[in-house]
């Protein structure tokens, strides 16, 4: 028996690769591939009826995310992430997205914070939805778009890494038991309250948000999308 549902991919190479990528993410996220276990290429390229090449390089992209780890002559081990570690990296961003929350609420264009409901509203979509991939590309863009208005790309680089190595698995667990759709609706009540100018409330709402979700990682002992 392979180790992933069965999934029909057929296009070109770089397009194949793409997929391959795609897929291996969302097995990540169903708690197909296991942190700590490793996996070879040519093993998972069965599941996927296709050869180890294009496998193999989208584990080296999953690799330059953090999401695995390539181990001599035997494939890729899955990156495990523990308590200790979403903790610490909850503290860093809190410490660096909290008062650019601040920030951007003072001194954004309106038109820019408003350019961002649309993807807010794609967040709360996707978790009704039960579209997790959809869910952690939208919510991605919402938080590096949003802290991108504080015109710091070393910013936006430290906490996409901080993101990537903490987005693994677990996330289904906490789409079925309905906790995913509150932390979604949080990105719209951030929006309203800095559009409203409310720095304050934004920055309560942004505090609550990232430990709201902290402990729906200790409550399932796996991360989710913030």
């Known amino acids: 028996m392979g180790h992933l549902t069965h999934r029909d991919l057929n296009a070109s190479r770089e397009r194949l690769r793409d997929q ?31 050869s180890a090449t294009p496998v193999r390089e989208a584990m080296l992209d999953l690799a330059r995310e953090g999401l695995v780890e390539p181990v001599r002559n035997k494939g890729f081990r899955v990156t495990e992430v523990d308590g200790r570690d ?43 939805e039960h579209d997790l991939i959809g869910y952690l590309e939208a919510d991605r863009l919402f938080h590096l778009t949003l802290l991108g208005l504080a015109g710091s790309e070393r910013l936006v680089e430290t906490v996409g890494d901080l993101r990537k190595r903490s987005r693994l698995y677990g996330l289904t667990a906490l789409d079925k038991s309905g ?3 509150p932390s979604a609706e949080e990105h719209i009540e951030l929006l ?30 796996g991360p989710a999308g913030v």
């Open 20 to 50: 391959v990528a795609h897929a291996l993410r969302a097995a990540l996220i169903s708690g197909e591939l296991r942190p700590g276990v490793v996996y070879s290429a040519p093993t998972l390229a069965e599941d996927f009826g296709i």
């Open 86 to 128: 979403l903790d610490q990296f909850t503290e860093i961003r809190a410490l660096v997205e909290i008062p650019t929350v601040v920030h951007v609420t003072r001194s954004a264009a309106r038109e820019d914070l408003e350019a961002l409901r649309p993807v807010a509203e794609e967040i709360v979509r996707a978790a009704r």
């Open 179 to 181: 906790n995913l759709i």
């Open 192 to 221: 309203d309250l800095m559009l409203a100018g409310d720095a304050e409330g934004a920055e309560a709402c942004m505090t609550r948000h990232l430990g709201h979700v902290r402990s729906l990682w200790a409550k399932d002992d």
